[in-house]
């Protein structure tokens, strides 16, 4: 529970075994007792006691810690809000964290970052966040930026003071670096997107050519069904692994190849959108056959895409060779591999980190933008600064300059949620869970 009355309302529910005066209790501290339905004992429990300012949402919060278990809970929480708590929405403990300040927006919104991670690498970048590492870099820009609006709007007040030029220059200079500061960040959103979403990997290969083994064979269990019939694959598996921190996502789609068959059109059409959205092909080929229609069919797909062709079955007689032209002409990537022995999978991770700078990411401290709406507000901010450094060439009016300059800190301030519409704020908190 969170807000004024709480202790209130635990006072009513909470018997503990060595009763103290609420304002002798401190916070950061538990008391042992049992929640009471009356004279009835619905369980033993430890309360832990939080008070303002000091806690999640800083006002006065109590937890209760019971056995658990849905029919006690459920009382539990029946008896506060019979006593007067509310039930609180998606995210209202976030929420009144940032409504009162404690945190800005961009913490609130790490923190389902945070609670949705799939990787290590994610998580991590969801703890920076969160101990306000991208709201300084934006606070240190604003900053920058309000240091030479100052003098600007010096100049727009008294303007019977001739504008030095200098002061030109600052403002020029200022927008300078802004600008590059704000495009490095943007850049990051690539990297941030890979750490956030995985990379997008389809596998693709005309029937039995091996991509259930390879996707077996990666994750080193039988999530795919591995068959000697064609086409079984009909509809697409998806599966995570991780690379050196990075999720990846593996899409194993339908076999391509020309049929009748309507159910596995619809895969094939699949696997041809799939291929068209990837981040990543692998196509998988049977070494053991001669190339054919079908084959030349998926390098078409390929062909300027970022992609590596697989040689599978060389544990077989080999019918078509490395050097291949059609092969050469399609991918720069290709790599020989047993799916069904697993030989060649080291050398496939080892190529899709390299294709990806994945060490790059990891190593790399720099900060990273994962979130979309921090990505667009920055874009627009650029933007901005471009239009406000033309505006200062061509001579224009010092409030026009302005103009632009004060939109750049408007999108400083909405990602950190100093001016973010309520509507904004309600869409973000919807996305948590219950309870956060
Ligand atoms: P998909 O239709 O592309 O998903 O192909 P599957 O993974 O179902 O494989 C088709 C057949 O080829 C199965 O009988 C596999 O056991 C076999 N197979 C897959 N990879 C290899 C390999 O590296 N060597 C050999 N000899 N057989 C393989």
Redesign the pocket.
């Known amino acids: 529970m969170s807000g004024q009355k709480s202790f209130e309302i635990l006072q009513k529910i909470f018997s503990p075994k060595n009763p103290e005066d609420i304002k002798n209790i401190k916070g950061y501290t538990m008391k042992y007792g049992h929640i009471m339905d009356g004279e009835e004992i619905v369980d033993e429990v430890l309360v832990s006691y939080f008070k303002e300012p000091n806690s999640y949402t800083t006002e006065n919060m109590c937890e209760i810690n019971s056995h658990g278990g849905n029919i006690i809970v459920k009382k539990i929480l029946e008896l506060c809000l019979k006593n007067g708590a509310e039930l609180a929405e998606a995210g209202e403990f976030t929420k009144r964290a940032f409504l009162n300040g404690r945190i800005d927006l961009v913490q609130a919104e790490s923190v389902i970052d945070l609670i949705n991670s799939k990787s290590q690498r994610e998580a991590k970048t969801g703890v920076e966040q969160l101990e306000g590492k991208l709201s300084s870099k934006i606070k240190e820009i604003k900053q920058e930026i309000l240091d030479t609006l100052v003098n600007i709007e010096v100049s727009i007040d008294y303007p019977e003071y001739d504008v030095p030029e200098t002061d030109n220059l600052q403002t020029a200079q200022m927008l300078e670096s802004v600008s590059q500061k704000l495009i490095k960040l943007e850049n990051s959103f690539d990297n941030g997107k890979i750490i956030k979403n995985g990379i997008k990997t389809a596998i693709i290969?005309k029937?039995?050519?091996?991509?259930?083994?390879?996707l077996n064979a990666i994750l080193n269990e039988n999530r795919a069904i591995?068959?000697?019939y064609?086409g079984t694959?009909r509809d697409t598996i998806e599966e995570m692994v991780n690379i050196g921190g990075i999720p990846i996502n593996l899409i194993?789609t339908a076999?391509i190849r020309d049929t009748e068959d309507y159910v596995e059109k619809i895969g094939i059409s699949k696997s041809k959108k799939m291929a068209e959205d990837a981040d990543l092909i692998i196509a998988?080929f049977d070494s053991?056959k001669e190339l054919e229609k079908e084959d030349l069919g998926i390098l078409e797909i390929i062909k300027n895409k970022k992609s590596i062709i697989l040689l599978?079955?060389?544990?077989?007689e080999n019918k078509i060779s490395e050097n291949e032209e059609r092969l050469k002409s399609a991918s720069k990537n290709i790599l020989k591999?047993?799916?069904?022995?697993k030989t060649g999978l080291e050398e496939l991770e080892e190529k899709i980190t390299e294709l990806f700078n994945l060490n790059e990411i990891n190593l790399n401290d720099d900060l990273i933008v994962t979130n979309i709406r921090h990505k667009n507000l920055i874009t627009q901010a650029i933007k901005n600064a471009g239009d406000a450094k033309k505006a200062l060439d061509e001579k224009m009016p010092l409030d026009i300059v302005t103009i632009f300059i004060k939109n750049i800190i408007s999108c400083m301030d909405e990602i950190t949620g100093e001016v973010a519409t309520e509507e904004i704020i309600n869409e973000i908190f919807s996305k948590f869970c219950l309870g956060k």
């Open positions: 290969g029937p039995n050519a091996g991509k259930s083994s390879l591995v068959t000697e064609e694959t194993d076999g998988i053991s599978n079955k060389i544990d077989l591999i047993s799916a069904l022995n």
